[in-house]
Nanobody
Framework: QVQLLESGGGLVQAGGSLRLSCEASGRTFSTHVMGWFRQAPGSEREFVAA????????YYVDSVKGRFTISTDNAKKTAYLQMNSLKPEDTAVYYC?????????????????????WGQGTQVTVSS
C-alpha cells in the first residue's frame, strides 16, 4: 500500500502563487506516475498534471500549461505542484494521486480511474 498526504492549500488572491506538496509513504517503489487532480463543487474530478518518476517526464492539462509546474524529490518521496498566476477558476480541492500502471499513454496518465492511490485532498481557493 501507498499513503499520500497533501499540504499547502489555502486562500490566495488572483495572480498569486501556492505550492502544494504530496508526501508518499509505504510501497512507493511500486508507483510509476504521480499526479494531481482537482475537483470543484458540482464538477467531475479533473486531471491537472502528472510526472513519471523514472524519466521525470511531465504532463499538463492545457488550462494550466505555463502556470503550473509539477516536480518530485525522490529522496524525500515528495511530489510538488507549484501554481503561479492563479485564477478564480483554479479554485477546487486538489488531490494527489499515484498509479502503478506502467502504460505510457495520455489516456492512462490523465484519467482518474487508472490511479490506485489517493490523498485526502487540500482546498485551494483563489479570490478575484
Amino acid at each position: 500500500q501507498v499513503q499520500l498526504l497533501e499540504s499547502g492549500g489555502g486562500l490566495v488572491q488572483a495572480g498569486g502563487s501556492l505550492r502544494l506538496s504530496c508526501e508518499a509513504s509505504g510501497r512507493t517503489f511500486s508507483t510509476h506516475v504521480m499526479g494531481w487532480f482537482r475537483q470543484a463543487p458540482g464538477s467531475e474530478r479533473e486531471f491537472v498534471a502528472a510526472i513519471r518518476r523514472s524519466s521525470s517526464s511531465t504532463y499538463y492539462v492545457d488550462s494550466v500549461k505555463g502556470r503550473f509546474t509539477i516536480s518530485t524529490d525522490n529522496a524525500k518521496k515528495t511530489a510538488y505542484l507549484q501554481m503561479n498566476s492563479l485564477k478564480p477558476e483554479d479554485t477546487a480541492v486538489y488531490y494527489c494521486a499515484a498509479t502503478s500502471d506502467i502504460r505510457n499513454t495520455w489516456v492512462v496518465i490523465s484519467t482518474a480511474r487508472w490511479y490506485n492511490y489517493w490523498g485526502q485532498g487540500t482546498q485551494v481557493t483563489v479570490s478575484s
